[in-house]
C-alpha cells in the first residue's frame, strides 16, 4: 500500500470507529459465536447478525473486537449520518 | 382445529421455518424434532469449538429463552416413519405424531470412504456434528499424529484443529494442489504455506490405501505408495450425501436431494423440504442443485415455513456465494471461479495487498490480515466471479457487481492490463455504480 493510501485509510478508518456503530451483513454469518463471546462488555452482537440489525447499543465502546475476530467478515463500522444520529438518540430516549 | 406444523430436523433450515411460521401466525402449533441431543447449535462453529476459540457453551445461538419466546413443541426423538396418506411420522420409540404440513430438514452427513475398517475402529473421525467434535477434541488430548484425508474447507478444519490441538497432522491430497478446483494455484500456495508455516506435512499426490489397527485402535495409515505413517487418528471429510432415507421410503422425487419447486414444495404437495437436503433450481445453471451452505439453509427454510403457512413467496437462488476462512483467511467466493473453462470467459486479473485501499465512503472492516489477494474473472461485458482472500472491503460490492450483472465494459480493459490497481478500479467503478443503481 503507498503511504498516501495508508494515511487515507487510517482517517477512515478512525472516523468510522468513532462515529460508526457495528453493522451485520446477515448472509455471511454463521452464527458460530465469536463474537459475542469476545466482546468485552456483553453485547449479543450474532443475535444481531441473525436479524440483520445493526448494533446500536450506547454501550458499545466501538473497539472492533467483534469485527476483528470474525472469521467470515460479517461485521463492519459504518459512520452513521447525522440524520440517523438523532434518529437513534430520539430511540434511545422512548 | 388449529393447524399443526411438524420439522423434521433442528438445524439452521428447520430453525428458520420455525421462526417464519411463528412470525406468520400466533395460533400454529409447531412441533421441532431433532435428534441431536444437544438440540440446535452452529454446525459452522464447530471448527471454532476445535480451534479452542470458543467455549463450547458459545456453540449455541438460541437460548431457552427464545425458543419459549417461538412457542415450539420440542421433541428430542427421531424420526423413522412417514405415512404421508394418514398423516403422522412414527418416532424411534413407536410414537406417532399427526401434521397437516410437514417439513423435511434432516440435512447431510459424511460421505463414508471406500476404505476398510472405517467404520469400527476407535480413531476414525469425521465432522457431522456436535458429537464428532468432541470426539475429536477427546482423541487429540492424547495422540500425537493425525492423517486427515479430503481436499476442501471441512478437511482443512479439520486440519487447522488438531495442529491447534498440539496434534501433528499430516494432510493428504490426491492431486497437486489445495482445492485445485476452487482455487487457482497461486491461492491453492498461499494456503498450503500458512499450513506448512503452522507446521502441517502436507503430502501431495497422497492416498490411503489402508488403515492399519491394533486392538481396534487406529495406529497408522499406509498409502497406495507404500509409505507407512504412524498416527492415532485418521479423519476423513471427502464430501456430503444428503440424509435422504425418509423421503425415499415414501416415494418422493429424488434425485441427489429431495427435489422441490420455488415454494419449496417436494412431489408430495402437504411435504417440503430445505436445506442440505433439499435440491433446487438454480436460474444460473438451469439445473437442480444443493447448496449446502448456512446462509442458504436459513433462507430455505425461512421460504418453506411462509410456504407452509400459506403466505409463500418464491425462494430463487441467488448467484453462488461462499465465504469461508481459509489457514487464518477470511475468504470469499462469488459466482464461477472454477477451473472448468466457462465460454464467456476473456480474461483473469489478480491483485495483491499493494493495490488495496479504503472504499471512499466510510466504512472499517476487517483488516489486519497479512496476505490480501483479489482475482476477478472477467467476461466479455462483466465480471463472472470473483475470489477475495484477507480484506474483505470489496466482497459486498463484488457481490452486487456479479449478481447484477454490472456492465463494465469501461473498465474492462484497464482490469486487464499487466500489474493493473485492480482493487482501485472496482472500488471506483462501485462508487459510481452504486450511486445509479440505489444501493
Ligand atoms: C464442520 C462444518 C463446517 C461448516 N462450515 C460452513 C461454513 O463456514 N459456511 C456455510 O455456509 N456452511 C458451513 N457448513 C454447512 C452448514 O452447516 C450446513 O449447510 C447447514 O447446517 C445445513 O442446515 P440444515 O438445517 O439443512 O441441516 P443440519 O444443520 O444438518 O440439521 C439437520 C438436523 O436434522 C437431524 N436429523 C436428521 N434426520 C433426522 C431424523 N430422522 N429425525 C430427527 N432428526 C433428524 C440431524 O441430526 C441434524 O441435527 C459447515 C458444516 C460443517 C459440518
Ligand atoms: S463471529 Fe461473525 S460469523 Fe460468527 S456469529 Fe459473529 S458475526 Fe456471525
Ligand atoms: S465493537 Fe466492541 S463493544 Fe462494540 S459490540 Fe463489538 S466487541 Fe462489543
Redesign the interface.
Known amino acids: ?2 503511504l498516501r ?1 495508508y494515511l ?2 487510517e482517517t ?2 478512525r ?3 468513532v ?2 456503530y457495528v453493522v451485520p ?10 463474537c ?2 469476545n466482546c468485552p462488555i456483553g453485547i449479543d452482537v ?2 444481531h447478525a ?1 436479524v440483520g440489525s445493526p448494533v446500536k447499543d450506547n454501550h458499545c465502546l466501538t473497539c ?1 473486537e467483534c ?7 460479517v ?5 452513521t449520518n447525522i440524520f440517523d444520529e438523532k434518529k437513534f438518540k430520539l430511540e434511545d430516549k422512548k | 382445529m388449529k393447524p399443526r406444523y411438524l420439522i423434521i430436523g433442528m438445524g439452521a433450515a428447520g430453525v428458520s421455518a420455525a421462526e417464519a411460521i411463528r412470525d406468520a401466525s400466533a395460533e400454529a402449533e409447531i412441533t421441532l424434532i431433532g435428534d441431536e441431543r444437544v438440540g440446535f447449535y452452529s454446525r459452522p462453529g464447530l471448527a471454532y469449538y476445535l480451534t479452542q476459540e470458543i467455549p463450547e457453551k458459545h456453540l449455541f445461538p438460541f437460548g431457552k429463552e427464545d425458543f419459549q419466546r417461538l412457542r415450539l413443541q420440542i421433541l428430542h426423538a427421531r424420526v423413522v416413519d412417514i405415512a404421508p396418506q394418514e398423516h403422522y411420522v412414527t418416532l424411534h420409540d413407536g410414537r406417532k405424531l399427526a401434521y397437516d404440513r410437514l417439513l423435511i430438514a434432516t440435512g447431510a452427513s459424511a460421505a463414508q470412504p471406500s476404505l476398510p475398517n472405517t467404520k469400527k475402529l476407535q480413531g476414525i473421525v469425521k465432522l457431522d456434528n456436535y458429537a464428532d467434535a468432541q470426539d475429536i477434541r477427546k482423541l487429540s488430548r492424547r495422540a500425537r499424529a493425525a492423517v486427515v484425508i479430503g481436499g476442501g474447507i471441512t478437511a482443512l478444519e479439520i486440519v487447522e484443529g488438531l495442529q491447534e490441538n498440539g496434534v501433528k497432522t499430516h494432510y493428504f491430497l490426491r492431486g497437486e494442489r489445495y482445492w485445485g478446483n476452487v482455487l487457482d494455484e497461486a491461492e491453492s500456495r498461499i494456503i498450503e504455506n500458512r499450513l506448512k508455516e503452522e507446521g502441517v506435512d502436507i503430502h501431495y499426490h497422497t492416498e490411503a490405501e489402508e488403515i492399519l489397527e491394533k486392538r481396534g485402535k487406529v495406529v497408522g495409515v499406509r498409502t497406495k505408495a507404500g509409505q507407512q505413517i504412524k498416527c492415532s487418528i485418521v479423519a476423513y471429510a471427502i464430501g456430503i450425501r444428503p440424509r435422504i432415507k425418509l423421503a425415499e421410503s415414501i416415494g418422493l422425487q429424488i434425485e441427489r436431494g429431495i427435489l422441490v419447486n420455488e415454494f419449496m414444495q417436494s412431489s408430495i404437495p402437504d411435504i417440503f423440504a430445505a436445506g442440505d437436503v433439499a435440491q433446487v433450481f438454480d436460474p444460473y445453471s438451469g439445473q437442480y442443485v444443493i447448496d449446502s451452505l448456512w446462509g442458504p439453509a436459513r433462507l430455505q427454510g425461512r421460504a418453506a415455513g411462509l410456504a407452509m403457512i400459506g403466505e409463500g413467496v418464491p425462494y430463487h437462488k441467488g448467484v453462488p456465494f461462499n465465504v469461508t476462512r481459509l489457514a487464518g483467511l477470511t475468504t470469499t467466493i462469488i459466482g464461477q471461479v472454477g477451473s472448468g473453462a466457462d465460454k464467456d470467459l476473456v480474461g483473469i486479473a489478480r491483485g495483491d495487498s499493494e493495490t488495496w485501499r479504503q472504499l471512499p465512503d466510510a466504512i472499517a472492516c476487517q483488516q489486519s490480515f497479512d496476505i490480501n489477494h483479489l482475482r476477478l474473472q472477467i467476461g466479455n461485458q462483466r465480471i463472472l466471479g470473483s475470489i477475495v482472500m484477507g480484506d474483505q472491503t470489496l466482497s459486498q460490492p463484488l457481490r452486487h457487481l456479479i449478481a447484477r450483472k454490472a456492465n463494465i465494459t469501461s473498465i474492462k480493459d484497464s482490469l486487464l492490463m499487466p500489474q493493473a490497481p485492480i482493487a482501485d478500479l472496482i472500488a471506483a467503478f462501485w462508487a459510481e455504480w452504486r450511486k445509479d443503481h440505489e444501493i
Not at chain 1, 455471511?28 to 465469536?34: L, T
Not at chain 1, 461485521?75 to 459512520?79: D, I, N
Request: with cysteine.
Open positions: 500500500m503507498t493510501n487515507r485509510r477512515t478508518r472516523q468510522a470507529l462515529k460508526g451483513d446477515s448472509s455471511r454469518c454463521v452464527q458460530c459465536g465469536i459475542s463471546y450474532r443475535r441473525w472492533g469485527v476483528d475476530r470474525c472469521p467470515r467478515g461485521l463492519q463500522f459504518e459512520r
